[in-house]
């Protein structure tokens, strides 16, 4: 498509006259200049998104420098040795939280996001931790409202449209689409906080949420003015963007219809002279004209050949005629294609003039959707809401030795936790054996039974005296994942992440959290092991503050035995004096003796089972752990009399002989610490059983009048509705006999009035209560059960029982009802008469294999059924009559109305008396007659008519 350059001024702009309110309410600032100008060069129709503008906006509000920049420490810089120290600072804590692997835990988050700013920020590891207690704490409470939101937020339809803004304010001309993407993600953030404003109601659940949107823009006005201007969906300027657009629009529309008429007709004369072999208008160049044979183009004199075929035997001709007119439509293209450069322009520096309020509403959203998310995985894993303490800005007058500093119970690491919960975020089941869907496999068998065994949890309990834990204990007994937990939780409590522990966790705000794990030897920079971990530690020391928490592992490892010792515990004395905490692992047994004389320091160990040589992943606190290495040595195998020289070795290194009474010291009492926490174990169980049967006690009591008042308003409700079958049946048969009244004679008269008497004393009588439910109360009282008796029991739904076992003293009685045995009460259960009648108008129960009759006519019940007939009501859907037929044409029609009558439906026979051929031969087949449970020969209320009950 041709290139074409044009040059617009736009003055008052004609299309915002058709939106006066977007004008008039719009502030000066945000409302386009008076003065626009847009300059297009080069631009193709088809790519016009693709292509740049240069405008100069009047008025547009500059951008401050500090909103884009990124959100650093508030560390006050006064010279250059401050800002080495932030460098310093900010390298070792990007370290800390690469070690303590935080990007994992970040990506875990990630799964939880709906949006694709948020993936990215969360997939990146850079999840936004609280600077200051305060915004730590504004975290938590976000994330403990998004855990009580009924259902997901909707952040459909939100995009990234920062870079979008970006271009529109760097003079960048928007096309369509991204305008469209503006116009979406507007109302979609809209549509979020009137979701948040729906659930929230009266109750401030959610106002943490609310909080974080309740200062935006939503721009109202620019989405209503892109919506108004451009057809999303088809992704075109509409004809309503300015009356100038619509003009010329209308025009070609006019100017079209012409020429299209025109070369039709020209097409045609040239088909109808032999110029071609079938009429043919198209367009060549952006002109409209006709195909026409090489061999005619003399049957177009003057007109301008435009192109040919590839094998040059068509011509594609413009005609004279059609020239002014296809001038004209070339003409209003290009004014159209200008009028809608102009209008997206228009849009694109309302774009720019909003940029500040689109960029901070998109870092809300971005906001919420990571609360959200928190919210959603602290449900996940089964997170608890941590708790900062003030021990570190208390006086130290207000502060005792034995106050917890840290108080996690149960706490598990997140990474370990994941796979006893499933591969995020497809998870079903618990328990032990977890069904795990595998994420990203597209073969369809993506699931598979996994039984994963759930992780040790640790417990932490630091007292605010102390400010060095030295853990001990063997390799692999889990003194560094124990470390890491300490120090992930710590991160994720500043980061508004809930943590996978019991109870209420606590622990300080720690304003920095650094680390020494792991192995820095580089070869690059000429470092040992050893001189990997001092450089680090000298790092450390270096940025510490009062409220910062240190981790080191192997402290003092990869030197002399004794220098090590010696310059780890100058170490440790120096972060007890100038940091909040400091956790060290280590094997040696000097720094676990640094307690005996600093109340500051504390012991931890890990637990070991000398029986199976097993670490147990238990820290035991206030005890000093032993490496094992001899007992491990030994049930390797080594060789026993390297194993008796090495023994003798430690002998002579302990002169005191006392590390075998300190081994049998710890084994009781780690037997005694067991004993007793499994008595804890029991009695808290049963303390917990004793509150969950109080409590289920309690609600019982207080729902007995709820239950009550529904019970009698259900059986409320069952007699109105009773009442309301009983009147639609009763003015059924009113209906039906005022109908069949009006043509019926003197002699039919009687019979119509006993049909109806009939029919409307069959619907008092199902209606009617039973007699032996009325005298119930007096009869079960009186009578006393005997072996083989019938009895109707209470609670299996009037269902007959069969009394296999005399009455005890109690008054209990054994019934046998089929297969099942039960014991009854007496009051409970009521005798079945031996001389019950059966009726026409009474529901038949439990008829098994007995014979009844009716005035002399047999009925046969089937022995297994157990039906329930509605009320004998006679209609003329139910009643065939067989009168003045012969035998043989009553027997065809009768058995063809029992087989197309409904299930547990009454069929009317009626057969007249006559010789009593016909009736006799419908008696004969309702007895024989598979279908039919019984019947009932006429009676003075149904003359001349036999009432059939069908299966």
């Given at each position: 498509?041709?290139?074409?350059?044009?040059s617009i001024?736009?003055?008052?702009?004609s299309?915002?006259?058709?939106?006066?309110?977007?004008?008039a309410?719009a502030?000066p600032?945000?409302?386009?200049?008076?003065?626009?100008?847009?300059?297009?060069?080069?631009?193709?129709?088809?790519?016009?998104q693709?292509?740049?503008?240069?405008?100069?906006?009047?008025?547009?509000?500059?951008?401050?420098?500090?909103?884009?920049?990124?959100?650093?420490?508030?560390i006050?810089?006064?010279?250059?040795?401050?800002a080495?120290?932030?460098?310093?600072?900010?390298?070792?804590?990007?370290?800390?939280?690469?070690?303590?692997?935080?990007?994992?835990?970040?990506?875990?988050?990630?799964a939880?996001?709906?949006?694709?700013?948020?993936?990215?920020l969360c997939?990146?590891g850079?999840?936004?931790?609280?600077?200051?207690?305060?915004?730590?704490?504004k975290?938590?409470?976000?994330?403990?409202?998004?855990?009580?939101?009924?259902?997901?937020?909707?952040?459909?339809?939100?995009?990234d449209?920062?870079?979008?803004?970006?271009?529109?304010?760097?003079?960048?001309?928007?096309?369509?689409?991204?305008l469209?993407?503006?116009?979406?993600?507007?109302r979609s953030?809209?549509?979020?906080?009137e979701?948040?404003?729906?659930?929230?109601?009266?109750?401030?659940?959610?106002?943490?949420?609310?909080?974080?949107?309740?200062?935006?823009?939503?721009?109202?006005?620019?989405?209503?003015?892109?919506?108004?201007?451009?057809?999303?969906?088809?992704?075109?300027?509409?004809?309503?963007?300015s009356?100038?657009?619509?003009?010329?629009?209308?025009?070609?529309?006019k100017?079209?219809?012409?020429?299209?008429s025109?070369?039709?007709e020209?097409?045609?004369?040239v088909?109808?002279?032999?110029?071609?072999?079938?009429?043919?208008?198209?367009?060549?160049?952006?002109?409209?004209?006709?195909?026409?044979?090489?061999?005619?183009?003399?049957?177009?004199?003057?007109?301008?050949?435009?192109?040919?075929?590839?094998?040059?035997?068509t011509?594609?001709?413009e005609?004279?005629?059609?020239?002014e007119?296809?001038?004209?439509?070339?003409?209003?293209?290009?004014?159209e294609?200008?009028e809608?450069?102009?209008?997206?322009?228009?849009?694109?520096?309302?774009?720019?003039?909003?940029?500040?309020?689109i960029?901070?509403?998109?870092?809300?959203?971005?906001e919420?959707?990571?609360?959200?998310?928190r919210?959603?995985?602290?449900?996940?894993?089964?997170?608890?809401?941590p708790?900062?303490?003030?021990?570190?800005?208390?006086?130290?007058?207000a502060?005792t030795?034995?106050?917890?500093?840290?108080?996690?119970?149960?706490?598990?690491?997140?990474?370990?936790?994941?796979?006893?919960?499933g591969?995020?975020?497809?998870?079903?089941?618990?328990g032990?054996?977890?069904?795990?869907?595998?994420?990203?496999?597209m073969s369809?068998?993506?699931?598979?039974?996994v039984?994963?065994?759930?992780?040790?949890?640790?417990?932490f309990k630091i007292?605010?005296?102390?400010?060095?834990?030295?853990?001990?204990?063997?390799?692999?007994?889990?003194?560094?994942?124990?470390?890491?937990t300490?120090?992930?939780?710590?991160?994720?409590?500043?980061?508004?992440?809930?943590l996978?522990?019991?109870d209420?966790?606590?622990?300080?705000?720690?304003?920095?959290?650094?680390?020494?794990i792991?192995?820095h030897?580089?070869?690059e920079?000429?470092?040992?092991?050893?001189?990997?971990?001092?450089?680090?530690?000298?790092?450390?020391?270096?940025?510490?503050?009062?409220?910062?928490?240190?981790?080191?592992?192997?402290?003092g490892?990869?030197?002399?035995?004794?220098?090590?010792?010696?310059?780890?515990?100058?170490?440790?004395?120096?972060?007890?004096?100038?940091?909040?905490?400091?956790v060290?692992?280590?094997?040696?047994?000097?720094?676990?003796?640094?307690?005996s004389?600093?109340?500051?320091?504390?012991?931890?160990?890990?637990?070991?089972c000398?029986q199976?040589?097993?670490?147990?992943?238990?820290?035991?606190?206030?005890s000093?752990?032993?490496?094992?290495?001899?007992?491990?040595?030994?049930s390797?195998?080594f060789?026993?009399?390297?194993?008796g020289?090495?023994?003798?070795?430690?002998?002579?290194?302990?002169?005191?002989?006392?590390?075998?009474r300190?081994?049998?010291?710890?084994?009781s009492?780690?037997?005694?610490?067991?004993?007793?926490?499994?008595?804890?174990?029991?009695?808290?169980?049963?303390?917990e059983?004793?509150?969950?049967?109080?409590?289920?006690?309690q609600?019982?009591?207080?729902?007995?009048?709820?239950?009550?008042?529904?019970l009698?308003?259900?059986?409320?409700?069952?007699?109105?509705?009773?009442?309301?079958?009983?009147?639609?049946?009763?003015?059924s048969?009113?209906k039906?006999f005022?109908?069949?009244?009006?043509?019926?004679?003197r002699?039919?008269?009687?019979?119509?009035?006993?049909?109806?008497?009939?029919?409307?004393?069959?619907?008092?009588?199902?209606h009617?209560?039973?007699?032996?439910m009325?005298n119930?109360s007096?009869?079960?009282?009186?009578?006393?059960?005997?072996?083989g008796?019938?009895?109707?029991?209470?609670?299996?739904?009037?269902?007959?029982?069969?009394?296999?076992?005399?009455?005890?003293?109690d008054?209990?009685?054994i019934?046998?009802?089929?297969?099942?045995k039960?014991?009854v009460?007496r009051?409970?259960?009521?005798l079945?008469?031996?001389?019950?009648?059966?009726?026409?108008?009474n529901?038949?129960?439990?008829?098994?294999?007995?014979?009844?009759?009716?005035?002399?006519?047999?009925?046969?019940?089937?022995?297994?059924?157990?039906?329930?007939?509605?009320?004998?009501?006679?209609t003329?859907r139910?009643?065939?009559?067989?009168?003045?037929?012969?035998?043989?044409e009553?027997s065809?029609?009768?058995?063809?109305?029992?087989?197309?009558c409904?299930s547990?439906?009454v069929?009317?026979?009626?057969?007249?008396?006559?010789?009593?051929?016909?009736?006799?031969?419908?008696?004969?087949?309702?007895?024989?007659?598979?279908?039919?449970?019984?019947?009932?020969?006429?009676?003075?209320?149904?003359?001349g008519?036999?009432?059939?009950?069908i299966?």
């Amino acid at each position: 498509m041709e290139a074409f350059n044009c040059s617009i001024r736009v003055n008052k702009p004609s299309y915002l006259f058709f939106f006066p309110d977007f004008a008039a309410s719009a502030s000066p600032k945000s409302r386009v200049p008076k003065s626009t100008s847009v300059q297009v060069s080069n631009f193709a129709s088809s790519t016009d998104q693709n292509n740049r503008v240069s405008r100069a906006f009047e008025g547009k509000p500059k951008l401050s420098a500090a909103s884009h920049e990124p959100r650093k420490s508030k560390i006050e810089v006064k010279s250059a040795a401050d800002a080495e120290r932030i460098r310093v600072c900010e390298e070792l804590q990007r370290e800390a939280e690469e070690t303590l692997e935080w990007s994992s835990v970040c990506s875990q988050v990630s799964a939880f996001v709906s949006t694709s700013a948020s993936r990215a920020l969360c997939q990146s590891g850079k999840l936004p931790i609280g600077r200051d207690r305060e915004e730590s704490e504004k975290l938590l409470d976000q994330t403990a409202a998004a855990m009580l939101l009924p259902r997901p937020l909707d952040f459909s339809g939100i995009d990234d449209v920062s870079e979008i803004v970006r271009s529109a304010a760097g003079g960048e001309l928007l096309g369509m689409r991204e305008l469209c993407a503006i116009e979406r993600s507007l109302r979609s953030a809209r549509r979020v906080f009137e979701q948040l404003e729906q659930a929230d109601g009266t109750f401030d659940r959610f106002s943490p949420l609310l909080e974080i949107l309740q200062d935006c823009d939503f721009l109202v006005e620019l989405a209503s003015q892109i919506e108004f201007c451009i057809d999303c969906k088809l992704s075109i300027v509409l004809d309503r963007a300015s009356t100038k657009l619509g003009s010329i629009r209308s025009k070609r529309r006019k100017n079209m219809d012409k020429l299209e008429s025109l070369l039709k007709e020209v097409s045609m004369k040239v088909f109808q002279s032999g110029g071609i072999d079938s009429p043919l208008v198209t367009r060549r160049r952006s002109r409209m004209c006709i195909g026409i044979k090489a061999s005619h183009k003399s049957l177009l004199p003057e007109g301008i050949i435009l192109s040919s075929s590839s094998s040059g035997a068509t011509y594609f001709i413009e005609p004279r005629d059609a020239i002014e007119l296809n001038n004209m439509e070339v003409k209003l293209f290009n004014d159209e294609k200008a009028e809608e450069l102009a209008i997206l322009g228009f849009l694109t520096s309302e774009v720019a003039c909003a940029e500040t309020k689109i960029k901070h509403l998109m870092e809300k959203i971005l906001e919420l959707d990571l609360a959200a998310a928190r919210g959603a995985y602290a449900l996940w894993m089964g997170g608890v809401r941590p708790n900062f303490n003030w021990a570190q800005e208390k006086s130290k007058s207000a502060i005792t030795g034995d106050t917890p500093s840290v108080d996690i119970k149960s706490i598990v690491h997140p990474l370990l936790l994941a796979p006893s919960l499933g591969r995020l975020p497809f998870v079903s089941g618990k328990g032990e054996n977890v069904k795990v869907s595998t994420k990203g496999n597209m073969s369809g068998e993506s699931e598979e039974f996994v039984q994963v065994e759930k992780p040790v949890p640790v417990d932490f309990k630091i007292k605010n005296s102390t400010k060095v834990v030295v853990i001990s204990g063997p390799n692999t007994g889990g003194k560094t994942a124990s470390m890491k937990t300490l120090g992930l939780a710590s991160l994720m409590s500043k980061a508004g992440i809930f943590l996978s522990a019991k109870d209420k966790p606590q622990l300080p705000w720690f304003d920095q959290i650094l680390a020494d794990i792991g192995d820095h030897q580089s070869l690059e920079h000429n470092l040992s092991t050893f001189s990997g971990h001092i450089s680090r530690i000298c790092k450390i020391t270096e940025v510490t503050s009062k409220n910062s928490l240190v981790l080191i592992d192997e402290i003092g490892s990869g030197t002399d035995p004794s220098e090590g010792v010696a310059l780890s515990t100058s170490i440790l004395q120096h972060l007890a004096d100038n940091v909040n905490l400091a956790v060290v692992t280590t094997h040696y047994a000097d720094l676990s003796r640094l307690k005996s004389g600093d109340s500051r320091f504390e012991n931890a160990a890990m637990e070991f089972c000398l029986q199976t040589l097993q670490p147990t992943f238990n820290v035991l606190w206030g005890s000093t752990g032993n490496s094992n290495a001899l007992n491990i040595a030994k049930s390797i195998g080594f060789d026993q009399k390297v194993l008796g020289r090495a023994e003798e070795w430690i002998k002579k290194l302990e002169p005191d002989k006392e590390s075998e009474r300190q081994g049998s010291l710890y084994q009781s009492l780690l037997e005694e610490r067991k004993l007793l926490e499994i008595q804890a174990n029991e009695a808290a169980f049963v303390l917990e059983e004793v509150k969950k049967l109080h409590f289920e006690i309690q609600s019982e009591a207080e729902d007995v009048d709820k239950r009550v008042e529904a019970l009698k308003a259900k059986e409320a409700q069952l007699v109105r509705q009773e009442l309301q079958t009983v009147k639609s049946q009763m003015d059924s048969i009113i209906k039906e006999f005022e109908s069949r009244l009006q043509s019926a004679n003197r002699d039919q008269f009687s019979s119509l009035m006993r049909e109806s008497e009939a029919a409307i004393a069959s619907v008092v009588a199902a209606h009617c209560p039973k007699d032996d439910m009325l005298n119930e109360s007096t009869s079960t009282n009186s009578y006393l059960p005997q072996i083989g008796d019938q009895v109707y029991v209470k609670g299996l739904g009037d269902k007959v029982a069969t009394v296999v076992e005399a009455p005890a003293e109690d008054g209990i009685t054994i019934v046998q009802y089929g297969k099942i045995k039960v014991r009854v009460k007496r009051n409970d259960m009521k005798l079945v008469q031996s001389n019950m009648k059966t009726g026409g108008n009474n529901s038949p129960s439990q008829l098994r294999g007995q014979i009844r009759s009716n005035k002399g006519s047999a009925m046969l019940a089937d022995k297994d059924m157990e039906a329930s007939f509605g009320p004998a009501v006679r209609t003329s859907r139910n009643t065939i009559d067989l009168r003045g037929m012969r035998v043989e044409e009553a027997s065809h029609r009768l058995q063809m109305a029992i087989s197309g009558c409904r299930s547990y439906g009454v069929l009317f026979v009626v057969h007249g008396m006559g010789t009593g051929a016909v009736k006799e031969c419908a008696l004969d087949i309702l007895r024989n007659h598979p279908r039919v449970a019984r019947f009932e020969e006429e009676s003075p209320m149904n003359y001349g008519c036999t009432i059939a009950y069908i299966k």
